[in-house]
């Protein structure tokens, strides 16, 4: 059974930092891109950042390069999101997200964890 399960959400004032987590099981991490997302009420959803699956190459939003940094530990089956300098309009659900193209496109996603950035 697939699983992506996030974890590290909550209320942040903003300029604040948090870590997000997603953990997955039940298929092979280290063969998948793996993309945080996230969607704020009211608005499309947004990708914020994406890692490749040996974790050589990363891609960001334009809007949180520099303060956001995404990682994974194929060992763990873990990818992380780091974000700092966290600002209001931030504020949205995070989800991981799993992706193989090849040789067919497979595509996972998780419940989402939710981040808070207010004073």
């Known amino acids: 059974q697939v699983q992506l399960v996030e974890s590290g959400g909550g209320l942040v004032q903003p300029g604040g930092s948090l870590r997000l987590s997603c953990a997955a099981s039940?298929?092979?991490?280290?063969?998948?891109?793996m993309n945080w997302y996230r969607q704020a009420p009211g608005k499309e959803r947004e990708l914020v950042a994406s890692i490749s699956s040996a974790g050589g190459t990363t891609n960001y939003a334009d809007s949180v390069k520099g303060r956001f940094t995404i990682s994974r530990d194929n060992a763990k089956n873990t990818v992380y999101l780091q974000m700092n300098n966290l600002k209001p309009e931030e504020t949205a659900v995070y989800c991981c997200n799993a992706v193989r193209r090849w040789p067919t496109l497979l595509n996972y996603w998780g419940q989402g964890t939710q981040v808070t950035v207010s004073s």
């Open positions: 039940g298929f092979t991490f280290s063969s998948y891109t």
